[in-house]
Nanobody, 124 residues
Framework: QVQLVESGGKLVQAGDSLRLSCAAS????????MGWFRQGPGKEREFVAA????????YYTDSVKGRFTISRDNVKNTVYLQMNSLKPEDTSVYYC?????????????????WGQGTQVTVSS
């Protein structure tokens, strides 16, 4: 069982930057695709960013392209989400997730393990 623990969420102002971290319990972390998702009140969970096991492939949802960067450190078993130029519409609970599928995926149902989430609130 892989355990994922997110951290870094907080209340910030529009235009600020924030870095989320997600630490994994397993030393086989390097074999997993990792993703970040978010879920606002009354909304479905949506894809934000994903990174392949090697870090060589990344995907982003259109609304965060150019502002967010996903990265990973396979020695520290940690994945990061650097968020710049934050907007009020980025306000959500952010979840990291791990997929042991072959392909780097953006689909919620293809992720096998989830963290508990961390709240990001962006005030205008």
């Amino acid at each position: 069982q892989v355990q994922l623990v997110e951290s870094g969420g907080k209340l910030v102002q529009a235009g600020d930057s924030l870095r989320l971290s997600c630490a994994a319990s397993e030393n086989i972390f390097s074999t997993y695709t990792m993703g970040w998702f978010r879920q606002g009140p009354g909304k479905e969970r949506e894809f934000v960013a994903a990174i392949s096991w090697s870090g060589g492939t990344t995907y982003y949802t259109d609304s965060v392209k150019g502002r967010f960067t996903i990265s990973r450190d396979n020695v520290k078993n940690t994945v990061y989400l650097q968020m710049n130029s934050l907007k009020p519409e980025d306000t959500s609970v952010y979840y990291c997730a791990a997929s042991f599928g072959i392909h780097t995926t953006t689909i919620v149902s293809e992720y096998n393990y989830w963290g508990q989430g961390t709240q990001v609130t962006v005030s205008s």
